[in-house]
C-alpha cells in the first residue's frame, strides 16, 4: 500500500532519543521499518552539526540535517548546504544584554562551540549531551560573523525569562529567541525554525 506520508522529521531531544539521550533499538528499527515503507526520514535539533553526527550511521541518514533548528543545514559528511546567521552586528549587543541580566553566552560558530568558562553552568551537561569539549574564549573579538546560535545560560530561571523578553523588545524581528529550556536562550536567525525546515524538506522532496 502506498502510504500519504512521504517524510517524517523529528525532533532529536525529548523525541528521538531517552531523556539520557539515548537512542533506542526500538527507535533504530522504527526508522528501518519507515525506510522499508518508502518513506524518508529527517532530524531536527538545536543542538550543533557535530551533536547529531551520531545518529547517522544508526538511522542511515540520508537526508539534510538541520542543526540549530535549521540555523545550519548539513550532508552526512557535515559539509554545509545553507546556513542561517545571526546578524554580524547584532552579536555583541545580544551578549551585553544576557550579560545585563547575569546570563553566560555560549557561541556557536562553524563546527566550534564557545564558552567564557569551561567549569561554568550547564558545560559539563551539553557536553555529555553533543558528545564535544567547547573551546574557551577570553572575548568575542574575531567571533562575531557566521554565528549560527547564541546561548544565554544561567541557572536563575526567572533572569533566563526576563532576558527573553528583552531580547524581543530590543532585537525585534532581526533574530528569533526563545527558551529552548527553563536555563537556555537560544538566539538565532528569525528563519532557523523547524517549521522553516519541514517547508525546506517539503521543497527539496
Known amino acids: 500500500m502506498d502510504s ?61 540535517i538541520a542543526a540549530f533548528n535549521g540555523g545550519i543545514l548539513v550532508n552526512r559528511d557535515m559539509s554545509v548546504i ?50 564535544f569539549e567547547p573551546k574557551v574564549m577570553a572575548s568575542l573579538d574575531g567571533l562575531t560573523s557566521d554565528v549560527t546560535k547564541l546561548v544565554g545560560v544561567s541557572d536563575d530561571l526567572d533572569a533566563v525569562a526576563r532576558a527573553s523578553e528583552a531580547a524581543h523588545d530590543q532585537f525585534g524581528d532581526h533574530v528569533a529567541a526563545a527558551r529552548s529550556q527553563p536555563y537556555y536562550l537560544d538566539v538565532t536567525h528569525p528563519d532557523a525554525n523547524k517549521g522553516a525546515v519541514a517547508q525546506y524538506l517539503a521543497r527539496t522532496y
Open 4 to 64: 500519504t506520508i512521504k517524510l517524517l522529521l523529528a525532533d532529536v531531544d525529548g523525541t528521538l532519543v531517552t531523556p539520557d539521550k539515548v537512542l533506542t533499538d526500538r527507535a533504530v528499527d522504527a526508522v528501518r521499518r519507515l525506510g522499508e515503507a518508502g518513506i524518508l526520514f529527517a532530524v531536527t535539533s538545536g543542538r550543533p552539526p557535530r551533536g547529531m553526527s551520531m545518529l547517522i550511521e544508526p538511522l542511515n541518514l540520508t537526508t539534510p
Open 82 to 131: 545553507e546556513q542561517r546567521v545571526v546578524p554580524e552586528d547584532l552579536v555583541v549587543p545580544v551578549a551585553e544584554l544576557n550579560a545585563s541580566f547575569g546570563l553566560d553566552t555560549w557561541v556557536y560558530r562553524g563546527a566550534d562551540w564557545y564558552v567564557p568558562d569551561p567549569k561554568g553552568a550547564h558545560v559539563a551537561r551539553e557536553t555529555a549531551t553533543v558528545r
